[in-house]
């Protein structure tokens, strides 16, 4: 039986580590961000610039004349968000996968054998974390870099799905790795896929 997994994650927080894990524990696919922007780069004609551009963010242009316009004029985060649609209810509608970040949760909430993980952390353990993945990297900066990630996610979300970021109701599984670690996050993100 096919079985799908979502995993939304705060910054630093571990989700794509798990993700990774868990769909080599599962023998199955997994899919992040790279792989899923080149499939909807391709399908919507952008550019590698433009899809780097309007990654997870908000269109800064966004407003009510914007719905004037038909689809090839209307703004490039709005292209890219529809061309990632349509990349990932491909991937799970061909096969067994963990799909990491994009929103998956959303588009895919009306597939069956899906697992939907959130995975977040207390800041200060992010913040750790993060150093230790990037030790050149100043303190200051990482909690900036930090902030402005989940603030892009947070708006993104709402954007393009009507609902609140990291929301315990729109998803099956909450795991706080700061409390948990990776390595139990997995583990249980592993048994829930079980039950699928």
């Known amino acids: ?64 004349a914007q719905s004037l316009f038909d689809f090839y004029s209307r703004p490039l985060g709005d292209r890219l968000w529809d061309a990632q649609v349509e990349a990932i209810r491909e991937m799970a509608d061909r096969e067994s996968c963990v799909i990491v970040g994009r929103n998956a949760d959303y588009i895919l909430r009306e597939f069956d054998h899906c697992l939907r993980v959130f995975v977040h952390a207390d800041f200060s353990w992010r913040m750790q974390r993060m150093a230790a993945l990037m030790p050149d990297t100043a303190e200051e900066q990482l909690k900036a870099d930090i902030r402005a990630a989940d603030k892009a996610r947070a708006g993104y979300c709402s954007r393009y799905t009507g609902q609140h970021y990291g929301d315990a109701a729109n998803y099956d599984l909450t795991l706080c790795t700061s409390r948990l670690g990776v390595d139990k996050a997995l583990e249980l993100v592993l048994a829930a896929a079980e039950a699928l």
């Open 1 to 64: 039986m096919k079985k799908i997994l979502t995993i939304g994650r705060q910054f630093g927080a571990g989700g794509g580590e798990i993700g990774r894990r868990a769909a080599e524990a599962l023998g199955i696919p997994y899919y992040d961000k790279d792989i899923i922007l080149r499939t909807a780069r391709v399908s919507a004609n952008l550019t590698p610039e433009e899809v780097r551009r309007w990654d997870e963010r908000v269109p800064s242009e966004f407003g009510f």
